[in-house]
C-alpha cells in the first residue's frame, strides 16, 4: 500500500508520536510511506529520515479547496491508497479532495481529543465524516464525544494507544545522581501549559508536605508557557527541597527508570503516551480521572489511583499512600506492566489499525 499521513502542524507531541509508531510498521511490512504538512515541525525531518516521501503545502482551513486540489493531485502523483487524518481540519480537506477531485484514497481518521464542537462543527461532521472509511477513537472517551458531535456511530473503531511490550529491565540510578535525590520519587513528563494541570500537581505536593514526614520528591519533566509561574510558585512557598523543575528532556525513559510512580494530572486526557511508558517501566499511576484515564486504570488493571481533576487533597492523599506502602506502589507497578503486556501493547494496536487500512472501502 501507498499511506500519506497527513497532518497540519508536523510537532512533537503524542499526535505527532503515534504518526511515527505507524509509520514504522508500514515500512517493516514493505508499504511506502508518505507525509504532508502545512506547518514545518520536528515531525518533518523525522519523517524524511525515516524515508518518507514528503510534501509541504498550505491547508488553510478545513474548507481550503486549493489545498484540496492540492492534495488530489499529490494522490495521483503517488497513487496514493490511503490517506490517513489526525485532525478534522486535514480531514475535512480530504473529503473535499474526494468529493470535488475525484481522489480514490481512502480516507481514515484518527481522532485523540475528546472536546465537545460547536453547533456548526457538529453540522460539518455529519456532512463530512460520512465519507470516511473509518475513524479510530483512541479511548472510549473519545468515542462517546465523537458520537455527540455527530460522527458517524457505525464507523467508530475504538483502538487504544500503547508500547511496544518489553520485559522488566529493572531500576536505574542516573536522574538520582544527577539531581541528588533522596527518598520517594514521583515523576510526570508534560507540558506547563493549562490543560495539563500542573499547578494542581504543584499545589498537591504542597499539601502532601504539610501531612508527611517522609522524603519524595516531585519531578516535572517539560517546558511550556506556564513554567514561569511555576517558578514563582514554588519559591514563594519554600517547595524548592521538595519539586525539581527538570525542563526539557529527552531521557524521559531515565527518568522512568529512576522513580517510584508517575503522575499525570491532565484537566483533559484522551490517551497519555507517557502513562504508556511509566507502566512499561512498572510503575503505579496517579491520574485524573479524565478522558481515557479510566480505560487504563480500573478494577481489571488495578495498576493505580485515579483522582478527580481540582481535588488537591485527593490527590495529595493518594501520593501519601504510595509513599506510605512501598510494597503496594509495587504490586500496582506490576500490574502497570502486565497491562502493556496484554491490553495496552503497540502490536495489538497496530494489527487492528492495519486490518482497517487493508479493509478500507
Known amino acids: 500500500m ?19 509508531i505507524l509509520s514504522h510498521m508500514l515500512l517493516d511490512k ?3 510511506l508518505f507525509f504532508a504538512y502545512n506547518e514545518k515541525g520536528p515531525l ?35 497513487q496514493i491508497d490511503i490517506i490517513h487524518t489526525q485532525f478534522a481540519r486535514e480531514n475535512y480537506i480530504a473529503v473535499l479532495s474526494a468529493v470535488f477531485y475525484k481522489n480514490k484514497a481512502k480516507i481514515i481518521h484518527t481522532s485523540h481529543i475528546n472536546l465537545p464542537n460547536s453547533p ?21 472517551s473519545v468515542k462517546n464525544h465523537l458520537i455527540k458531535n455527530k460522527y458517524p456511530k457505525e464507523k467508530i473503531h ?16 542516573k536522574i538520582r545522581e544527577e539531581f541528588n535525590i533522596e ?5 510526570t513528563l508534560t507540558r506547563f501549559s493549562p490543560e495539563k494541570g500542573t499547578q494542581f500537581l504543584l499545589e498537591s505536593a504542597m499539601i502532601l508536605k504539610g501531612i508527611t514526614d517522609k522524603k519524595f520528591t516531585v519531578l516535572f519533566a517539560g517546558d511550556g508557557e506556564l513554567l514561569s509561574e511555576a517558578k514563582e510558585f514554588i519559591k514563594e512557598n519554600h517547595m524548592e527541597d521538595y519539586i525539581i523543575l527538570a525542563g526539557f528532556r529527552k531521557d524521559g525513559e531515565e527518568i522512568l527508570k529512576s522513580s517510584n510512580c508517575f503522575i499525570n494530572s491532565s484537566q483533559t486526557e484522551a490517551s497519555s503516551f507517557a502513562v504508556f511508558e511509566a507502566m512499561g517501566q512498572a510503575l503505579p499511576i496517579i491520574a485524573t480521572n479524565v478522558g481515557g484515564n479510566p480505560d487504563i486504570i480500573n478494577n481489571k488493571t488495578n495498576c493505580g489511583i485515579l483522582v478527580e481533576y481540582g481535588d488537591r487533597k485527593a490527590m495529595a492523599l493518594a501520593m501519601k499512600e504510595l509513599l506510605d506502602y512501598p ?6 507497578g506490576k500490574n502497570a506492566l502486565n497491562a502493556v503486556k496484554n491490553i495496552f501493547n503497540i502490536d495489538i494496536s497496530l494489527k487492528k489499525t492495519y486490518e482497517l487500512y487493508k479493509n478500507a472501502k
Not at 529520515?49 to 514528503?54: R, S
Not at 494507544?161 to 536505574?172: A, E, L, V
Not at 527518598?183 to 515523576?187: A, C, Q, V, Y
Not at 510494597?327 to 500496582?332: F, P, S
Open 30 to 32: 514493505g508499504d511506502y
Open 183 to 187: 527518598g520517594f520519587l514521583f515523576s
Open 120 to 140: 456548526i462543527w457538529k453540522m460539518g461532521n455529519r456532512l463530512f465524516m460520512n465519507k470516511n472509511s473509518g475513524i479510530i477513537a483512541v479511548c472510549q
Open 2 to 20: 501507498n499511506v500519506l499521513f497527513l497532518i497540519n502542524y508536523a510537532g512533537k507531541g503524542g499526535t505527532e508520536k503515534y504518526v511515527k
Open 327 to 332: 510494597n503496594r506502589a509495587e504490586i500496582l
Open 158 to 173: 475504538v483502538i487504544h494507544n500503547g508500547i511496544k511490550y518489553q520485559d522488566f529491565q529493572g531500576k536505574s540510578n
Open 44 to 78: 518533518a525531518e523525522e519523517m524524511k529520515e525515516l524515508g518518507a516521501k514528503t510534501v509541504h503545502f498550505p491547508m488553510n482551513s478545513p474548507y481550503d479547496i486549493k489545498a484540496a486540489k492540492a492534495l488530489s493531485k499529490i494522490c495521483r502523483k503517488y
